[in-house]
Nanobody, 122 residues
Framework: VQLVESGGGLVQAGGSLRLSCAASGRTLSGLSMGWFRQAPGKERAFVAAIWRSGGGAYYANSVKGRFTISRDNAKNTVYLEMNSLEPEDTAVYYC????????????????WGQGTQVTVSS
């Protein structure tokens, strides 16, 4: 499975961005999908994940209520809608996939994208 993220960029605090993760090589419908992020000098951290069916999602406490993960299995794409962005959200955002339920553990996912930079200015 190849995952390619897009949609990152520079935004002011309070703004919004929408990240996309396009998959190829395998249909997404059999995979749990998620987003992780890594800020400079910090370890990669869980952001959000969505079940294979898209029927449920869960979030890190730091983004709950501001970020929304969704998926379109017909388009083989996963999205992360980010609102009310804060400077603390600045990081490289990575798309991840796994055939099992995706846990908030950066060591678990079998598949990773190359990452997209999100920078939030104050």
């Amino acid at each position: 499975v190849q995952l390619v993220e897009s949609g990152g960029g520079l935004v002011q605090a309070g703004g919004s961005l929408r990240l996309s993760c396009a998959a190829s090589g395998r249909t997404l419908s059999g995979l749990s999908m998620g987003w992780f992020r890594q800020a400079p000098g910090k370890e990669r951290a869980f952001v959000a994940a969505i079940w294979r069916s898209g029927g449920g999602a869960y979030y890190a406490n730091s983004v709950k209520g501001r970020f929304t993960i969704s998926r379109d299995n017909a388009k083989n794409t996963v999205y992360l809608e980010m609102n009310s962005l804060e400077p603390e959200d600045t990081a490289v955002y990575y798309c991840a996939a796994d055939p099992k339920i995706l846990l908030p553990d950066p060591n678990q996912p079998d598949y990773w994208g190359q990452g997209t930079q999100v920078t939030v200015s104050s």
